[in-house]
């Protein structure tokens, strides 16, 4: 009993304390539970509040719902899978999911256990660093065009520079 009871604690202890949203919801889409750090991510106070929430509620594009049910049906789990959610105060952000299903003896989803992790500011800089890169190869190609045009300038002025000296003499 002493020893089912020091495994439950360490189990509660890492979902409490983990860094990332972990919950568990049915297969209809009911908040079964979920830790202070998915509160946190989705803006609510209590459990009891997002308990009061279904699923698809939380997303911000409702394809991404049926994108998580198909990719339970095709290869049982997600992983890394993307998804647009929504904050009680509607912001959006981009989450990393990773999930499995809870089947019972039949074989049938019952339930959804899942973490899911703030992809919000890495997309914003990924954002950022593909427009560098752009802006960096079309400086690099304007340069290009720049020289080129300075070569033809070069070589034109120099021919007239020539017919001007044979006019002048």
């Not at 919950?23 to 979920?34: A, C, K, M, Q």
Request: negative net charge.
């Amino acid at each position: 009993e002493a020893t089912l009871r020091e495994s439950e604690e360490r189990y509660r202890t890492l979902f409490e304390d983990s860094m990332d949203a972990v919950f568990i919801s049915t297969h209809e889409g009911r908040i079964v539970d979920i830790n202070p750090a998915g509160l946190s991510m989705f803006g609510y106070e209590t459990k009891e509040d997002f308990r009061s929430l279904d699923a698809g509620q939380l997303h911000f594009d409702p394809a991404d719902r049926d994108l998580f049910r198909k990719s339970f049906e095709t290869d049982g789990f997600v992983k890394d899978l993307e998804l647009k959610v929504k904050r009680k105060d509607g912001e959006r952000l981009i989450v990393s999911m990773t999930a499995t299903a809870v089947r019972d003896r039949q074989g049938d989803i019952t339930a959804f256990r899942g973490i899911m992790r703030d992809m919000t500011g890495h997309k914003k800089l990924e954002q950022q660093l593909l427009h560098s890169q752009k802006m960096d190869a079309v400086g690099q190609l304007t340069g290009g065009i720049a020289h080129d045009f300075n070569n033809i300038l070069t070589g034109i002025i120099g021919y007239s520079s020539v017919l001007l000296m044979k006019e002048g003499q």
